[in-house]
Nanobody
Framework: QAQLVESGGGLVQAGGSLRLSCAAS????????MAWFRQAPGKEREFVAA????????YYADSVKGRFTISRDHAESTFYLQMNSLKPEDTAVYYC?????????????????WGQGTQVTVSS
């Protein structure tokens, strides 16, 4: 059974860093786009970053561009979100996702598999 498991969330002060990990298992995601989304209380789930398996291209929301970096390991079984210069508005539950999509990487409905989420809290 395909599974995505996030780890690495926590509490950090503004300006600090965290690295989230997403371990994929149960099937091959070699042709899948892998992404991070987040959802703050009372808000819709929003796109954060994605890495497209077809060409290795990376994509970011404007709000995190230059601060966050998405990457994957060589075995492509784990991917990461390095978050630097964190701000209180980055506080949310962060979800990793996998989807068999090339052109719809920014949309949560394009992703078939989701992790359980990990809380990131940034204090001011």
């Amino acid at each position: 059974q395909a599974q995505l498991v996030e780890s690495g969330g926590g509490l950090v002060q503004a300006g600090g860093s965290l690295r989230l990990s997403c371990a994929a298992s149960g099937r091959t995601f070699s042709n899948y786009a892998m992404a991070w989304f987040r959802q703050a209380p009372g808000k819709e789930r929003e796109f954060v970053a994605a890495i497209r398996r077809s060409d290795g291209g990376t994509y970011y929301a404007d709000s995190v561009k230059g601060r966050f970096t998405i990457s994957r390991d060589h075995a492509e079984s784990t991917f990461y979100l390095q978050m630097n210069s964190l701000k209180p508005e980055d506080t949310a539950v962060y979800y990793c996702a996998a989807g068999n999509t090339v052109t719809s990487i920014f949309y949560h409905w394009a992703y078939n598999y989701w992790g359980q989420g990990t809380q990131v809290t940034v204090s001011s």
